[in-house]
């Protein structure tokens, strides 16, 4: 069982949408900045938008004004809202905590592919 479950990736064409959404199943999230991660193949794993318990946000600038992270509490839930996809941003992408992620809290990841 995993404490952090991302969903939401697929396919997609350069131009398109997707929201990604990471459910805590086994912690509870809102008291801890949470931070959405992404890897491409043969790359180091990056942080990619953040946002801290009071609701403020953090973008690398690569996904500015593109991408829109949210949370909501009551469902226990981050999601991720990317706009405008383009090559670069195919990765699994992950949630955990920010800035320090938890090490035992990385999950599978939610594939997300921009081609056309």
């Known amino acids: 069982q995993v404490d952090l479950l991302e969903s939401g990736g697929g396919l997609v064409q350069p131009g398109g949408s997707l929201r990604l959404s990471c459910a805590g199943t086994r912690t509870t999230l809102r008291d801890y900045g949470m931070g959405w991660y992404r890897q491409a193949p043969g790359k180091p794993r990056e942080w990619v938008a953040s946002i801290d318990s009071s609701r403020n946000t953090n973008y690398r600038d690569s996904v500015k004004g593109r991408f829109f992270v949210s949370r909501e509490n009551i469902k226990n839930t981050i999601y991720l809202q990317m706009n405008n996809l383009n090559s670069d941003d195919t990765a699994v992408y992950y949630c955990?905590?920010?800035?320090?992620?938890?090490?035992?809290?990385w999950g599978q990841g939610t594939q997300v592919t921009v081609s056309s």
């Open positions: 955990n905590v920010h800035p320090s992620p938890v090490q035992a809290w």
